[in-house]
């Protein structure tokens, strides 16, 4: 059984996270509570992924928290990440699961309950669900479909989902009372003045609501 958790998941963006660079970002962000990195660079390619991939996985050496790239198989292998995530537009969960290997954790977004029931748990591990809200940090996401939407999502879902799209704290209890396990953010911490302060307040919102569920 592959071990990971959800609850506050941090997807890195590089124009936000400028002031002091992705990994303070993630090392100060996980010293506050979040328990998965993503390393997402669409303009990076490959061979900065893997240099900034490599530093973010030095930087989480035994905290436990999780290490993702995005879309970037051939980085993820050489960055020796914990997983891949993909979306409905990149290679096919099998190709990917082929790719990585049986012990890779591998993430698929859907936006749709269909999308969701359609998703072989032989293969994916959890689903980023959404987009709850609209958010500026990925222009070319699909319709918001609110914490109604999402919940059909989840509910759709055979494996566990993290719930992604413009969240901020105040948002938690709902995203738990729609079933998902966690939430994923952006802007939320990249930018913040203080990353660790901003991670922390959202992770003791989520062991709350964790503690009500």
Not at 44 to 69: D, F, P, Y
Not at 98 to 115: D, M, R
């Amino acid at each position: 059984m592959k071990a990971f958790d959800l609850s506050l998941y941090l997807v890195l963006d590089p124009q936000l996270c400028a002031g002091i660079g992705m990994v303070e970002t993630a090392r100060r962000a996980v010293s506050g509570g979040a328990t998965m990195v993503q390393l997402r660079d669409k303009e990076g390619g490959t061979a900065r992924m893997i240099e900034t991939g490599r530093a973010l996985k030095a930087a989480l050496a035994g905290t436990g928290a999780r290490l993702i790239v995005n879309d970037d198989v051939a980085a993820a292998a050489e960055i020796g990440a914990d997983g891949i995530h993909v979306g409905q537009g990149d290679m096919s969960v099998a190709e990917a699961r082929a790719l990585v290997g049986p012990h890779a954790i591998l993430g698929l977004s859907v936006e749709t309950p269909e999308l969701a029931a359609a998703v072989d748990p032989a293969l994916v591990d959890y689903v980023g669900a959404g987009p709850v809200f609209a958010t500026p940090t990925k222009s070319d996401h699909e319709r918001p479909v609110g914490f109604e939407g999402l919940a059909a999502q989840v509910a759709a879902s055979p494996v566990p989902a993290v719930a992604i799209g413009g969240l901020k704290v105040e948002h938690v209890a709902q995203v738990f009372a729609a079933g998902a396990m966690g939430l994923a953010v952006v802007s939320a911490i990249c930018g913040r003045p203080d990353p660790e302060a901003a991670a922390r307040a959202l992770a003791e919102e989520i062991a709350g609501s964790r503690g009500r569920a």
